[in-house]
């Protein structure tokens, strides 16, 4: 009796691997699919230049001026990092700082978020006369620079006697276009115009629509906007220090500009005021990063 062996044809594909069949049936049915060393690496690598300014922040501020001066530079941490964090909180009046920034940050923020959303539902849902030339010039302001406006806006300032006070930054920066944009464009996809439709005809006003239909779907992209909006205010400096000083009602940005001012310069005290400027917005984001990238990828199903 003798058998037979069959060749497969030297075109044939090759047979895919018993790994391989397994990542594909996981892929196809939704499983989770493991990275390769490589993306590690990439991932690590990404990691370590992202946390190398902050890093060096801190190493800088744990020198001194001589130290700093010299090559090589410095590549790890003094002994003098929590005396200079203290004389920089000290000299800069951070506690007043924190205080007056997170409240022209949070007010403006929350009004950004508040205003944008209505603003962005209303061009995308609602049909009314020029609403796509009223957005052009929406978005043609975006487009002018934030200087240009700086000299009527001082004036403005002046004349209502609002000079050295919180509400000549928080006023300004009540509405953001990009805000507008930003709103419009992901509503214009997370919302079906059969949910507004059947609030209509339960009988919502549109405030009603606005309350429990448009904020409720618009939650993710409030979030993500509220971050980004309260990350800018935080970082904003050449409009508070035109409006405020140092010895009045300074926001952060105002407050550290002032330090380690000399004939020569403290860096290592105006790195340590630059680390506890920034402590902030690494807390905020420690404790609400998961809920907000929570919300894109819930946000991005729905779309």
């Given at each position: 009796m003798t058998t037979t062996m069959t060749k497969p044809p030297a075109d044939a594909a090759p047979e895919p691997s018993r790994r391989g069949r397994r990542r594909s049936k996981a892929a196809r049915a939704g499983g989770t699919l493991h990275a390769g060393p490589i993306a590690y690496i990439i991932l690590a690598l990404f990691t370590i230049g992202s946390l190398f300014p902050l890093v060096w922040s801190a190493i800088a501020a744990s020198r001194d001026n001589q130290r700093l001066a010299q090559t090589p530079p410095p590549f790890w941490f003094g002994g003098n990092l929590f005396d200079k964090l203290e004389i920089a909180w000290k000299d800069a009046n951070l506690g007043e700082a924190f205080l007056n920034t997170t409240i022209v940050a949070g007010i403006s923020s929350l009004t950004i978020v508040f205003l944008s959303t209505i603003a962005g539902f209303a061009f995308a849902k609602l049909r009314f006369r020029g609403r796509n030339a009223l957005m052009l010039i929406v978005i043609g302001t975006m487009m002018v620079p934030p200087q240009l406006s700086i000299i009527p806006l001082y004036q403005l300032v002046a004349k209502l006697d609002w000079s050295d006070q919180l509400q000549a930054v928080i006023l300004p920066s009540l509405v953001n276009a990009f805000g507008v944009f930003f709103m419009r464009q992901y509503l214009l996809?997370?919302?079906?115009?059969?949910?507004?439709?059947?609030?209509?005809?339960?009988?919502?006003?549109?405030?009603?629509?606005?309350?429990?239909?448009?904020?409720?779907?618009?939650?993710?992209?409030?979030?993500?906007?509220?971050?980004?909006?309260?990350?800018?205010?935080?970082?904003?400096?050449?409009?508070?220090?035109?409006?405020?000083?140092?010895?009045?009602?300074?926001?952060?940005?105002?407050?550290?500009?002032g330090l380690g001012r000399g004939y020569t310069p403290d860096q290592s005290l105006i790195m340590a005021g630059a680390l506890l400027g920034t402590l902030p917005l690494l807390l905020v984001f420690a404790i609400f990063g998961k809920q907000i990238v929570g919300g894109i990828m819930q946000g991005a199903v729905k779309g």
């Open positions: 996809q997370a919302l079906p115009d059969e949910v507004i439709e059947a609030a209509r005809v339960d009988g919502a006003s549109s405030w009603r629509v606005v309350w429990h239909v448009v904020f409720p779907a618009a939650r993710p992209a409030m979030a993500v906007l509220g971050m980004l909006m309260f990350v800018q205010s935080w970082n904003d400096f050449l409009w508070p220090f035109l409006v405020l000083t140092q010895n009045g009602s300074p926001t952060v940005q105002v407050a550290l500009a």
